[in-house]
C-alpha cells in the first residue's frame, strides 16, 4: 500500500509540474490563464426589439442594440451571444461585427437568426483588443 502511495504521488507530482510549466502567449499553444485588461471600465446594456414570425411560431429577436460605448472601444471586433433558457446559458445565436468608430452604441442583427425570444434569459457581450 505505501509503493502505491509512493509511485502516486511521484505521478501527481510529474503531472502537476508539466501543467504548470504551460504557458500562455501569442507564439505558442498551451494551456494556462492570462489577464486581460478591458477596453473600458463602464458597463454596457443591451436591449433587443421583437418581431412575430410564424414559423417558430411566436416572437423573435429582431436587432440587439449595445449601449454605454467608450471611446476606447471604438473599431474592435465585438459577439454578441444570446442564452437561454434558464439558467443553462447554451447558446441560442451569435452575431459578430467591429463596434463603430465614433458613437456610444451599435447593432447586431438577429433578424436572420430564428431565436425565440421568449426563451432568450441573457446576453453576452464580448469585445476584443
Do not use: R, W
Request: aromatic letters at 8%; glycine letters at 12%.
Amino acid at each position: 500500500m505505501a509503493v502505491a502511495l509512493l509511485i502516486a504521488g511521484i505521478v501527481f507530482a510529474t503531472l502537476y509540474g508539466f501543467a504548470a510549466s504551460l504557458g500562455v502567449n501569442s507564439n505558442t499553444l498551451g494551456a494556462g490563464t492570462s489577464a486581460v485588461a478591458a477596453c473600458q471600465a463602464g458597463t454596457l446594456t443591451a436591449s433587443y426589439a421583437t418581431s412575430y414570425d410564424a414559423t417558430i411560431p411566436g416572437y423573435k429577436v429582431g436587432v440587439v442594440t449595445v449601449s454605454g460605448l467608450a471611446a476606447t472601444c471604438y473599431s474592435k471586433p465585438f459577439k454578441v451571444t444570446l442564452t437561454g433558457p434558464g439558467a443553462s446559458n447554451a447558446s441560442l445565436g451569435e452575431i459578430s461585427g467591429t463596434t463603430p468608430a465614433v458613437g456610444a452604441s451599435f447593432p447586431a442583427d438577429f433578424s436572420a437568426v430564428p431565436v425565440s425570444a421568449a426563451s432568450v434569459t441573457g446576453i453576452h457581450i464580448t469585445i476584443a483588443g
